[in-house]
């Protein structure tokens, strides 16, 4: 790979989320400091909304990583779960005992006793579901019922919603209305900004272990966003194929040349133009080392 060549400990621009990457950009700081304020309220669901690949994952467990230790979290990455089979996940999470083949009563109830005794501790608990969008209609209204488990004071039980903008439209249906009126909080995350997007990519390659001058011109930069939109998983995908391409010409800034290359090679990336040289050289390229492409794909 690129990383003595370019003085590197790690890799920067890996798509698996990595808190210690997490960029606190206006908006990412907004949307965590809205989650840190709905959790110390203690009422009611919260919603985070965004595109694909906009970071709500890392968002996520950047949240979950900034909790105290007052609080105890759950985390179901994939909540495309009948009711159910989500209860045991929850239980699973919270370590609730639960005898061999419980049905959904017993497995409710279990749960509700590890929150009694949690509560007595002085603990909140947080469920995060990640790729909410995904949940079925009944499991969503098995999600409401789950909050109505409250003591005089406060509910033991907090949800956090993580999912793309289908989520909205979910929630708007009728069958589940009570759930919607019940969202106390709600951010929409969008992508970086053209200025944000270059300090981004300076943040990864420093945390990463960069300290030599500008890695990516500016053309580079405006073709970065041109092609990606501002979207950090396609700025990550993009920035590792230009870091490669420049690479394996032995060059050490990259150009606009690199990133117009690496997005003709990305199908979700927008079409910037190309001259057809520069596209057979990165073909050439995909081809040397598509170990390190597909990664990415």
């Known amino acids: 790979m690129y990383k003595t060549h370019f003085g590197l400990r790690e890799l920067p621009f890996g798509i698996t989320p990595d808190t210690s990457f997490f960029f606190a950009c206006s908006n990412y700081q907004e949307a965590l400091n809205t989650l840190l304020i709905a959790a110390k309220n203690g009422e009611g669901f919260i919603k985070i909304t965004g595109e694909v690949g906009v970071g709500k994952t890392l ?19 994939n909540p495309f779960l009948e009711p159910r089979t989500l209860m045991l996940a929850l239980a699973e999470e919270l370590e609730a005992p639960l005898e061999k083949d419980a049905d959904q009563y017993q497995i409710l109830k279990a749960i509700n006793h590890r929150l009694l005794v949690l509560a007595r501790e002085g603990k909140r608990v947080l ?23 409250e003591t005089e004071k406060r509910k033991l ?38 200025d944000d997007m ?16 500008r890695l990516f011109n500016t053309g580079a930069v405006n073709a970065m966003y041109s092609a990606s939109g501002g979207i950090p998983r396609l700025v990550n995908i993009l920035s590792h194929k230009a870091m490669m391409l420049t690479f394996g010409e032995g060059k050490q800034q990259i150009s606009a040349r690199h990133v117009r290359a690496a997005a003709a090679d990305t199908g979700a990336a927008k079409s910037i133009g190309l001259p057809w040289s520069w596209l ?15 990664y990415f794909k």
């Open 280 to 294: 057979g050289a990165a073909i050439f390229l995909a081809a040397g080392t598509s170990a390190g492409w597909a």
């Open 59 to 77: 968002l996520c467990r950047k949240f979950m990583a900034t909790l105290d230790k007052g609080f105890v979290t759950a985390y179901i990455p």
């Open 157 to 194: 039980l907090q949800i956090v919603m993580f999912g793309q903008p289908e989520l909205d439209r979910k929630l708007q249906q009728e069958a589940i209305r009570q759930l919607n009126q019940r969202i106390t909080f709600h951010y929409h995350l969008g992508p970086l900004t053209k």
């Open 127 to 149: 469920l995060c579901l990640d790729e909410a969008q995904a949940m079925p209609l009944e499991t969503l209204e098995a999600l409401r019922l789950l909050t109505n488990l």
């Open 198 to 213: 270059a300090f981004y990519i300076s943040h990864r390659l420093s945390v990463a272990g960069f300290t030599g001058s």
